[in-house]
T-cell receptor, first 112, second 111 residues
Framework: NAGVTQTPKFRVLKTGQSMTLLCAQD?????MYWYRQDPGMGLRLIHY???????AKGEVPDGYNVSRLKKQNFLLGLESAAPSQTSVYFC???????????FGPGTRLLVL | KNQVEQSPQSLIILEGKNCTLQ??????????LRWYKQDTGRGPVSLTI?????NTKSNGRYTATLDADTKQSSLHITASQLSDSASYIC??????????FGAGTTVTVRA
């Protein structure tokens, strides 16, 4: 039981490049979330999903897109990376919105 | 404006000593409050969760308290160990399940 995994662990992008971050969970959770964590700030919700095939915007969705084609996977895409998107990205999942969220190890992204 | 304020921002304690972290929030309407521990380079891990009717919850050497009237919570670490060195994050949930995260308190335990 791996819990929540994220790939890649670290990535460097040039401004304007695109990339996709992958999150996978093996706990059969319905809810999945993407957050970003910046120094001195709390985690901020980018997008979330309440089930396969559904996605919704969070607090800071601009510049990001997501897809949940399979229940166990939640993808976060950056179409045209900007230096302001330099951050650590965390994926999380939960059984439902009342239950504890389980976090992945994070992806550190540097946009030059 | 962040609706969850944590203090202190960081602290250093000697191994074996106790410490208390504070969390003040303005989130409303309140549903529950959680404390997470985040080790460096890792994702947050849940320590405790408290609803409106609960005013204390323990998890080993960690004890969280909640005063819903004053909108304050604290996390007390007893007999600190080197492995307690981490960031501790307070998370408050509203009735609509929206979560507000504090910026965290960084605890460093020194031998």
């Amino acid at each position: 039981n791996a819990g929540v995994t994220q790939t890649p662990k670290f990535r460097v992008l040039k401004t304007g490049q695109s990339m996709t971050l992958l999150c996978a969970q093996d706990m059969n959770h319905e809810y999945m979330y993407w957050y970003r964590q910046d120094p001195g700030m709390g985690l901020r919700l980018i997008h979330y999903s309440v089930g396969e095939g559904t996605t919704a915007k969070g607090e800071v969705p601009d510049g990001y897109n997501v897809s949940r084609l399979k229940k166990q996977n939640f993808l976060l895409g950056l179409e045209s990376a900007a230096p302001s998107q330099t951050s650590v990205y965390f994926c999380a999942s939960s059984l439902d919105r009342l239950k504890t969220q389980y976090f992945g190890p994070g992806t550190r992204l540097l946009v030059l | 404006k962040n609706q969850v304020e944590q203090s202190p921002q960081s602290l250093i304690i000697l191994e074996g000593k106790n410490c208390t972290l504070q969390c003040n929030y303005t989130v409303s309407p309140f549903s529950n409050l959680r404390w997470y521990k985040q080790d460096t380079g890792r994702g947050p891990v849940s320590l405790t969760i408290m609803t409106f009717s609960e005013n204390t919850k323990s998890n080993g050497r960690y004890t969280a308290t909640l005063d819903a009237d004053t909108k304050q919570s604290s996390l007390h670490i007893t007999a600190s160990q080197l492995s307690d060195s981490a960031s501790y994050i307070c998370v408050v949930s509203r009735n609509d399940y929206k979560l507000s995260f504090g910026a965290g308190t960084t605890v460093t335990v020194r031998a």
